[in-house]
Structures are given as structure tokens and as C-alpha cells.
């Protein structure tokens, strides 16, 4: 977790912030940051999302969506679905806005 606080120092603002931090997958999120429910299985119909209720991978597909990045299926992107998208880079690689995945009640159970 300590890797994760440094990583995010300096992207991450105040919730409710109109700051802009020029990754445009971030800077949508703001709007539901400090706003939202998380609902394990959440978000995956309009009426979750219009009222804010997410699990984590639902919150990415939304976040993604917003500017232009197909995650693929809402009704079943998952965890285990958005870990296997992209490439791997190493933590002194990583950039704002790439995913990071740990581990809850199984191995990358959160993202």
C-alpha cells in the first residue's frame, strides 16, 4: 500500500476537485469520487451508474468509457476480465491512469 500512496501523490486531488490533472481518465473520475456507493456487482446497469453505485471494475468500465476506451461488455467485465487487457510494465514504469491490481478475496481481486 505504501507503493500505491507514492504512486498516486500529486493525480489524485481533493475529492469533489475541478482540478485537472491531464489524464483525461482520472480527471472523469472527480465526478464520482467521494460520491458514489460501492456495490459489490454494482454498476453494471443505468440506473447503478446514474446514482453511483459501483464495484471496482464497474467504476473502470465507466471511467474508460468516458473517454473513448472500449473495456468491453459492462455486463461482464470483471476483475479477471480487465487484468488480461493491455501489457504488463513494472512499477517504475507505471503511469496515471494504468490499472493496479491486488489481492482481496482472491489473487487480483481488486483493481
Not at 35 to 59: L, P, T
Not at 87 to 106: A, I, N
Request: charge should be negative; proline fraction near 3%; charged fraction near 15%.
Amino acid at each position: 500500500m505504501g507503493f500505491a500512496d507514492s504512486y498516486v501523490k500529486g493525480y489524485v486531488a481533493i475529492s469533489g476537485s475541478t482540478e485537472n490533472t491531464g489524464v483525461e481518465v482520472i480527471d472523469v473520475g472527480f465526478e464520482w469520487i467521494g460520491n458514489s456507493e460501492y456495490v459489490f456487482g454494482g454498476g453494471r446497469n443505468q440506473a447503478d451508474i446514474a446514482a453511483g453505485r459501483f464495484d471496482c471494475s464497474s467504476f473502470v468500465h465507466w471511467a474508460f468509457a468516458q473517454v473513448g476506451v472500449d473495456l468491453g461488455p459492462l455486463a461482464s467485465t470483471s476483475t479477471e476480465t480487465l487484468k488480461y487487457l493491455g501489457q504488463t510494465v513494472s512499477p517504475s514504469e507505471m503511469q496515471p491512469g494504468d490499472l493496479v491490481f491486488f489481492d482481496t478475496y482472491k489473487v487480483d481481486g481488486h483493481v
